[in-house]
Every structure is written in C-alpha cells, then in structure tokens.
C-alpha cells in the first residue's frame, strides 16, 4: 500500500519538476535560444491539452458504460485536424495577421470590433469552463481518494483548494510574464508539451500492462467483451452529436483556441499536427477499451469504472504503475486548467475589465495611467477568481453524478461560438447584430436545456424537468415543444444550433453591416487574398505621433514601444525622430495593441486620440470581392473610354477650328490681294495713260498724276494696317503701358475728328468729365481706338446722325460706350464686323481696308481690355473698356502678353477678359 | 459624331493564361500537381465523415470478430491509422508545396 506520504511527496516533486521545466524554458526564451522550443513537435504536444483529466480517467468509465462512444469524443478533432487546409489553416492565418488574443477577440474583431460580442462570448466561454475546471479538480482528488481514503489523513475537499491554488500560482508565474497575450508563453507550453508526453505515456504503460500483464493478449481481453458494448445502436444520433460537438470544441474551447491559433508560431507547424495531434489521440485511445474490458471483468462489480486505470494496476500490486498513472490523471487535469484559465484571464482582462477602466478613466487616459500593471494585474486576480469558482463550484455541487456529464455540456456550450465563427470566416454577409443574437439565442437555449437541468437537484425545482416550468409539458427542458425520445444531449443541441444557425442567417439577410464590419469581413474572409495586398490604410484617422507614443508606451512598455517605433520609423526610411503618423501606421500601431488588449478595446484606445476616423469607399471596394473588382474594373473602363470620347471630341473641334483659321487665312490673302490690285490697277493704267499719251493737256496729266497719288496712299496706309493688325496679333512685343487719364484722351481724339465730324453734321453728346479716370495704356494707340470708332460713325450713321460718348467707372475699370442713332449692326454681322475685311460681308468701308475696328479691338486687348459691340434697339453702341491700373487683369497685360498666340483676336483667341466685359458678345470660339 | 462605344465589349479583357513560364517539360502538370494536392486536402476530411458516420460505420457493428478482435474495434482505429498516414503524406506535400492561394 502506499503511503500518503509518499503520494504527496511524489505529486510534490512533479509539480517542482514542471516549475523547474516551465523556468527553465522561460529563460530560454528570453535569451533567444528558441530552436527546439519552437519546434512543430512541442507544439502539437501542447495541442494535447485537449485531453484532460475527464478523458484521462472518464474515458475508460464511459468505454465500460457504454462501449466505442468515447472514441466520438475524438473522431470530431480527428476530422477537424486532418482537414486543416480548411478551417485551422485560415484560423491561424487570421490569428497571426490580426493579433488574434482570443477566440472572443476573434469574433470580436470580425465583426467590427464589437466589444459587446466579445464580452458575450467570454462570459459564455466562463460558464461553459467553470464547471469543466470543477470537473478537473474532482478528477484529481477523486484519484487521490483510491490511493488514500480520507480516514488517512487528506481530506479530498483540502486538497482540492491546495490544488487549486498551486495551480494558480503557477499559471500566474509562467502565464502573466507578458503583457502581450499574442506571445508565445515558452514555459507554460513547454511544461504543458512534457504533460502531454507524461499523460501519453502513463496510459500506454497501464494498457500495456492490462493487454498483455492481467489481460493475457488482445485476444484473450477482447473474448469475453459484453456484446452490449459494440452494438450498432451505438452509432446513432448521439454519436453523431458528440462528434459534431468535439469537433467544435476543438476548435472554440478558448484553451483550444489558445494553444492552437494563438500560439501557434508558425503555419507549417500546423501542418505537422495535422498528422500528429490524430496520432496521439490514436495512442490515447488505443488502450482505452481493453482496460474498461479488464476492469469490468477482474473488478468487483460495485467499482467506479471511472478509476479503472488506477484501481486495476492497485488490484494487482504495482504500486509503481498506479503512481505513474495517478501522475499521467494528475498531469492531463493540470495541464487543461493552466492553459484554461490563461486563455479565460485574457478574455476576461481584455473584454471586461478593460473596457470598463477605459470608460472610467476616460478623461485622463490620453496622459496618465499605466494600462501595462493595471493590465496584468487584472489577468492576474482573473486567474484567481476563476480558479476559485471552479473550486467553489466542485465544492457546492459535490456528487460525482452531477459532474461526470459536465464535459460534454461544455462542449455544447462553447459550440454555440462556432456558427460566428465559421460564418465569419467564410461568409461576408454575415453581419455584427446576427452574430449577437444567435449566439445570445444558442446561449440561452442551451443554458435552459442543459446546463439548468444539470444541477436540477441544487436548484430545489425538482419537478422542472418532469413537468416543465408552471406545469407547461411544451416547455420540458428535455422535450422542448414536445421533443422525446431523444438523448438530452442531442436534444440540446438540435435545438440551440438551429436556432442559432437560423438566427445568424436571418438577421443577416435583413441587418446592414457598418463600414468596419465590411472593412474586416474582408480582411478576415479573403485573408489569403489579402495578404498579398499592402497592409493597413483602409481607415483614414489623424492623430500626433507623440500621442501614439505615450499610448504605445503605456500599454507595451517603455522600451517595447521604443524599439517599434524605432522599427516604424526605419521603415519610413527616416533617420531619427517619431515616425510620420499616417494612416498605415496608425493601423499597424492598432494591431500590435490588439495583440494585447484585443481588437475591441485597441481601436476603442486608438479611437481615444485620433479623430476624424474613416473608410474610404475606395478601400472598401479594393479588397471588395472578385465580383465587385471586376464591377469596378469595367466601370472605370467606361469612365475612360468617356474621357477618351471627351478628348476626341475637343480634338475634333480644335480641328474644325484649325480649319476655320485656314480659310480665313485664305479669304484674308484673297481680300490682301484683292485691296491691293484695286489701287495697283489704277496706277498702272494711269501712268500707262501718261506715258503712252504724251501730248495729254497738262491740267488732265496733273489730274491723273493726282490719282496716282492718292491711290499710292492709299496703298501705303492699307499696307501700314496690314502690317500694324499682324503686329498687334502676334503680340510679340510687351507693351509700355503708361497710366493716362481717358478724359484728356477723348479730347485729343475729338479734336483729331473735328474736321470730319463738322462736315458730316454729327452731333457729339460727351457725359459729365470723370475726375478719377486713370488707365494704364498707350495714349497714341488709346486715341487711335476712339478715333476710329468716331469716324465709323460718321461712315455708318449717315448724316446729322447724333452720338453719345459715356463714360463709367465700373468696379475694376473704366467703360466709355461709343453710341450713335444709326441703323446699327444687324444681329448676325455682331462679330463678324471685328473681323478682317468685314466689306466682304456687304459692309463695305469706301475708304478704309475694313481694318479699323480688328485693329482697335487688338488694341484694347493688349491693355487688357477689349472692345465689344452692346446689344442695341437703335444704332451702334460700341462698348470701350479698360481696366484700372493695379487690378490684375491690367498687371497682366502689362507684364507678359508675348506668349499670346498668333491667331488673333478674330478667330477667338481670347484675351483676359474682365468682370465689366462679359455681357459682350461671345467671340467666334 | 462617332459610333457610340460599345461598352460590354470592352470591358474586361481576359488577362490570359501566362503562356508557358516555366521551362519544364510540361509546367501544366506541375501546376495540376499543386491544385491536386490541395483537393486532395479538401477531400480527406470528407472521406473521414463517411467512413467515422453512422451508415457506413454501423456496417460494422456488431458481434463478429476477425482473428479473435471484434471487427469494429478493427474498423475504427484501422480508418483512424489510414487516415493519419493520409494526412500525413499530404502535409509533407502541401508543406513543399508552399504557399496555397
């Protein structure tokens, strides 16, 4: 027999062991020495935390209860491992690339970051665990009751509580170094990984020894096996629901979740426990049936199959064995809590208590407040509070019955996570309001279906299950609506999962996603996709890099926080300083917080000291799915074909206005020729005349000659305006611009016309003198504008016709309207009469070249003004007008008019026009 | 005026299938490699369903022995063995075979 002694000294020693490795492996770590630590094969191992104290030794039980259905406990993982590529593949991806702490983060974070999710799923994954934990230290101090009935001195109770706490302290040791949950914890995986092998090995050992030591050879164990046990209707629906179950488990137990996808270091190594975690379930499981077999057939019949791996070894005198089995139980039950309530800490820290002390340091978090102790200081009293409870609730429910189904109820509990979880990877419709109501939906029905009835003795109800809540038979938590003849287990879970896989469909076919929530179903969905894409700089947000720093600071560390900065900065290719606080950065600085606190509260935080957050449609639509790409795609090219239609059709204009030029340039020469021979023609056939006829009377000879002359004027003076319009238009020269007052101008021009004007009987109207009449301009060219347009009227208006000189100062310049009482310019001759040789056009000028108003039109738009013909009932009012000196269309004219082109201002080339001249007339552009 | 553009026409020009990027003798079978590993990785799985659920697996179940073992005993951990040693040739493909889509 052994001795209690001897039990505590060698669990003691065990535990010193697994302290020393964790220790040792920490250390390891820190130094950077990581190869075997990091290896795929630690890391499987510690996905063995799976199999906990309850398969360790209720395996076992339920092989003896009820046959092969233990092996449903594993088929589900075996299912879910081998086919990686699938779902474990793009977990851990996602885990990796978003800092995923938690499987509640996770979720979270997918849907918009939402904390109330995520508090919902931590508080779900704490219900569900609590009692698993309980199951844990009922297990252990259940083991150490067959070696030491209490009568010799532990009382099972005592040594629950002492367990609890070692363990505590433990994980609080090896589980809380880092602030940044997203880190690998080396000494609790290490230590974890050597449980495994420990667990594995003890079970193997005691098979061994039941096959071939009690049993006498397969054979032999298997011949006298109660046919009960392989019946087929072991293979119904509860074989399928417990194979769906810890199929999910496996995946949504947060200390599943944790050890594969949050720490997992490396995807290849997923690949290798794709393989490897199946092939150790298999060794686990190997040995199972033929020591329930045994068990049943040596034992007395009234022996707790439960124990069968401890009591058969016992029974037969090898006290070494049952000491390494009991370390194997002892192993498997520590190693699942440890890891438990890591994972549950961090949940609970991030999504509970951290958002409440960020809403209730809101003033002041953006200057004072270590995040970093207050953190760690929350994991921490987590651990204990939820190791307590597991304790408190081993301790109230008390009866092994009320327990030994717990497991499974877990399982059910944490599976309602999964229909989020998958949809949330796979599906981006699926919406922030759909995801909270079904799980909040499966939650509850599962709570009233199997956890309630669980502890239906504690809860003094003893009718509610028979009878259903008030007497309502459709309400029987085992029979909802009348469901019977189903196992509760299945029962409960037909009826949480449709509902909440009814729900999340649902709602999300009638709810509208935020842009955040689009934003990360798209990161999450086509995360193999995405990778590929630049990372970060969907949301547009503006914050101080000093900010980010102090944020950055007191959440990581100090010195965590320089380095990344450091690192961001280099990155930036700047030397020194704080990096530049763009939207990439602020969204990379966001992740490395959520490694942390998780996604929900580092954007809460972030979202603290940057302002003006947005996402830009454009994001959205770049890493929107390939439908929506090549929608996007063929729109832009219709916007570029429109705007090479655009373009087409400019360029067809300017040709047409090309063409145009051409033949006015044409009709010009034709006109120039044409002006040029009509005096040519006269003096070549006068002076034929005066040398051929030399006996011509001298009065008619001077006569001739006379013609000759004024014909060879006239020549001269269409040549000089010739060349003066081609001078003005191609405006090579900056003119010297001079400030003159258009008063003293219109007198000067007056007196140049008096002659004229008394011959023709034009009676001249002048409005009151302006005193402030300043303009910058070219007094001669100023005058020889008016001159020109006073003489058109004399020419046009026909005799004793009236005219109007009025001058006004608009608000950047000067205009003198030139109106007389004529028979004014037809409509459809308004622009054409500024036009070169206008007579073409039936306004024949008699003794002008038809030069007159283009050239002062050139004029005037070398000051920067321009002269326009008003729209009019009666007669012509020509429109003069000039800016004033120092606005910035007369700075203009002054300063560089070289670069104006030589088409001139009849083809529509045209000059800066000013505010007073824009109820002119449109040029021919 | 022109001829109005015609715009499903144009939009979306399939960008082609590279021609031939690799030198090897035939880079189509190396690349239907790839893809056939990864559907092999996808079918596993659901080979595991059918033969682990209750159809298939109730075949099985019963009385009978073979070589003193019950038969569904053999069955299970023999599927469970095959399917190891599945997935483990295939994770030492998809492994070479780097990076997936």
């Known amino acids: 027999m052994i001795s209690s002694n001897l039990i505590i000294g060698v669990c003691t020693a065990y535990v010193v062991l697994l302290f020393g490795v964790a220790f040792l492996a920490d250390r ?52 879910v491992f081998i086919g990686w590529w699938w779902f474990l593949r793009k977990l851990v991806r996602i885990g990796r690339l978003q800092r995923i702490t938690s499987i509640a983060d996770l979720v979270s974070s997918r849907y918009g970051k939402s904390n109330t999710l995520a508090v919902l799923v931590t508080v779900l994954a704490v219900v569900a665990s609590t009692p698993y934990i309980a ?35 433990f994980t609080i040791l090896f589980g809380t170094r880092n602030v940044d949950a997203n880190e690998r914890h080396h000494g609790v995986v290490t230590a974890i990984a050597l449980e495994a092998v420990i667990k594995l ?124 089995a009991l370390i194997g139980g002892f192993s498997s039950a520590t190693s699942m809590v440890i890891v438990a309530t890591i994972a549950l800490s961090t949940m609970v820290s991030n999504h509970i208590i951290m958002p409440i002390w960020l809403r209730l340091t809101l003033r002041e978090t953006k200057t004072s407040g270590d995040v970093r102790s207050m953190l760690l200081i929350s994991r921490r009293a987590s651990i204990i509070v939820l190791l307590l409870l597991g304790y408190l609730y081993f301790r109230l429910s008390g009866s092994s019955t009320a327990l030994a189904s717990i497991g499974l109820i877990a399982f059910a509990g944490v599976a309602q996570i999964l229909p989020s979880l998958v949809a949330g990877v796979f599906w981006r419709g699926a919406t922030r309001r759909a995801a909270l109501a079904a799980t909040a939906c499966g939650f ?84 193999f996709r995405m990778q590929t894409a630049a990372p970060g700089a969907y949301i547009r947000r503006y914050a101080t890099s000093e900010d980010l720093f102090t944020l950055a600071q007191r959440i990581l560390g100090t010195e965590p926080a320089h380095r990344l900065f450091t690192e961001l900065a280099r990155d930036q290719g700047l030397s020194s300083g704080l990096p530049r606080p763009d939207d990439a950065l602020i969204e990379r600085l966001e992740r490395e917080l959520a490694g942390a606190v998780g996604a929900a509260s580092a954007h809460a935080m972030v979202g603290q000291i940057a302002s003006g957050e947005t996402i830009s449609m454009g994001a959205l639509i770049s890493i929107a799915d390939e439908t929506a790409q090549i929608v996007e795609y063929s729109h832009r090219l219709e916007e570029k074909s429109r705007e090479l239609e655009e373009t087409a059709a400019e360029l067809r204009l300017a040709n047409m206005r090309l063409q145009e030029l051409g033949a006015q340039r044409d009709a010009f020469l034709a006109q120039v020729s044409h002006e040029l021979r009509t005096p040519m023609t006269s003096i070549r056939s006068f002076s034929d005349i005066l040398r051929e006829n030399r006996d011509l009377p001298p009065e008619q000879a001077r006569r001739f000659l006379g013609i000759i002359s004024d014909e060879s004027q006239r020549l001269t003076r269409l040549l000089d305006e010739i060349l003066d319009l081609g001078f003005l238009e191609s405006r ?47 007094r001669d060219r100023l005058a020889q504008v008016f001159i020109n347009l006073i003489s058109n009227a004399v020419k046009y208006a026909g005799p004793d016709a009236a005219l109007t000189l009025t001058i006004r100062a608009e608000r950047g310049g000067i205009t003198v309207d030139v109106a007389d009482d004529g028979p004014g310019v037809p409509d459809s001759d308004r622009e054409q009469i500024f036009e070169k040789f206008a007579r073409a056009r039936g306004l024949y000028d008699s003794r002008g070249a038809g030069l007159g108003l283009p050239i002062s039109r050139e004029i005037m738009r070398n000051f920067g003004g321009d002269l326009t013909l008003r729209a009019s009932r009666r007669g012509a009012i020509f429109r003069v007008y000039l800016p004033r000196p120092g606005t910035e269309a007369a700075q203009r004219a002054a300063a560089a008019p070289g670069s104006g082109s030589t088409a001139g201002a009849a083809t529509g080339a045209m000059p800066p026009r000013a505010a007073a001249a824009d109820d002119s007339a449109p040029g021919l552009g | 005026m022109q001829a109005p553009p015609s715009a499903p026409g144009h939009a979306a020009p399939p960008a082609g299938a590279a021609p031939g990027d690799a030198p090897g003798p035939d880079p189509g079978a190396d690349r239907h490699r790839g893809r056939q590993l990864q559907d092999r990785a996808l079918v596993l799985p659901l080979v595991a369903v059918f033969l682990f659920m209750p159809p298939a697996i109730r075949l099985f179940a019963g009385p009978q022995t073979l070589l003193g073992l019950p038969v569904i005993v053999l069955y299970v951990f023999g599927v469970w063995a095959l399917l190891v040693l599945c997935a483990f040739r295939l994770s030492r493909g998809l492994a070479r075979g780097g990076e997936a889509p």
């Open chain 1, 28 to 79: 390891r770590a820190r130094r950077g020495r990581l190869d075997w630590l990091q290896s795929p094969l630690v890391y499987t191992l510690s996905i063995s935390v799976y199999c906990t104290g309850w398969t360790f030794y209720g395996a076992v039980g339920s092989a003896a209860r009820s046959g092969l259905e233990f092996v449903a406990i594993y088929t589900g993982p075996v299912i």
């Open chain 1, 135 to 169: 199951l844990q230290l009922q297990s252990l101090t259940l083991s150490f009751t067959v070696f030491a009935p209490a009568r010799e001195g532990i009382p099972p109770d005592g040594a629950g509580f002492w367990i609890a706490a070692g363990l505590a302290l």
């Open chain 1, 201 to 324: 090995v003890a079970l193997v050992a005691v098979g061994l020894f039941v096959v071939f030591g009690l049993g006498g050879g397969p054979g032999e164990v298997f011949a006298d096996m109660p046919p009960a046990l392989t019946a087929p209707e072991g293979f119904g629906a509860r074989w399928l629901t417990i194979t769906f179950l810890s199929g999910a488990a496996v995946v949504c137990l947060p200390r599943m979740f944790q050890v594969t996808v949050v720490e997992n270091v490396d995807e290849r190594h997923l690949a290798t426990a794709a393989w490897a975690f199946p092939l150790y379930l298999l060794l686990i499981c190997l040995f199972v049936l033929p020591i329930a077999v045994t068990g049943l057939r040596l034992l007395p019949p009234g022996a707790n199959p439960d124990m069968f791996v401890l009591t058969l070894p016992l029974m037969a005198g090898q006290d070494v064995l049952a000491l390494v």
């Open chain 1, 444 to 527: 509850a029905i599962w709570v009233y279906t199997l956890l309630l009835p669980s502890f239906e003795a504690g809860l003094g109800a003893p009718g509610l299950l028979a009878n259903g809540p008030w007497g309502i038979a459709a309400l029987r938590p085992h029979a909802l609506f009348g469901l019977e003849g189903v196992d509760p287990l299945s029962h409960a879970l037909f009826w949480s999962m449709s509902v909440n896989v009814a729900v999340l469909v649902g709602v999300s076919l009638v709810t509208l996603p935020s842009p955040l929530e689009r934003l990360q179903a798209a990161l999450f969905v086509d995360v």
């Open chain 1, 732 to 778: 090579r020269v900056a003119w010297e611009l001079e400030q003159v007052d258009l008063e003293d101008v219109l007198d000067r021009a007056l007196s140049a016309t008096e002659a004229l004007t008394a011959r023709s009987g034009l009676r001249i109207t002048r409005s009151a003198r302006q005193r402030d009449a300043q303009v910058m301009a070219q």
